[in-house]
């Protein structure tokens, strides 16, 4: 499978609400459908999750304007995060964090996006 940056939103519990994906590896265009969703799922998202499947571990300077966008317009915060081979950070009160433990939905993040290896650098299988 080729490498490609993917969207999930999830909502309580973990659940994956929606996602979508680039054709990408270093870039997730913005998408009417995906802000159409977002909209949609207001009352239930509570994270925004992407990957980088060709890193960084970190968010980008696109990610960060995205962010602010997504938080104005929905009025309230949401956790952000990003997955790259090498590990999951989120963004949560203003902070970035490194996640120890993963959620249950990052290895299908990790598949969707066409990564080969986990964070332990060794080969990654769902």
């Known amino acids: 499978m080729r490498q490609r940056e993917v969207c999930l939103l999830i909502g309580r519990q973990g659940t994956v609400l929606w996602s979508d994906a ?6 997730l265009p913005d998408s009417r459908a995906r802000w159409e969703a977002i909209w949609r799922l207001r009352g239930e998202l509570e994270e925004i999750a992407h990957s980088h499947p060709v890193g960084p571990l970190g968010f980008s300077a696109e990610d960060e304007t995205t962010m602010a966008a997504l ?3 929905l009025g309230r915060p949401v956790r952000f995060s990003v997955v790259a081979p090498t590990g999951m950070v ?13 959620p249950e939905w990052v290895p ?6 066409g990564m080969t290896h986990g964070p332990s650098g060794k080969p990654y299988q769902v």
């Open 108 to 113: 299908r993040l990790r598949a969707e996006s």
């Open 90 to 102: 989120v963004r949560e009160g203003g902070e970035d964090v490194r996640v120890t433990e993963e």
């Open 22 to 27: 680039s054709d990408s590896p270093v870039l």
């Open 71 to 73: 938080t104005e317009a």
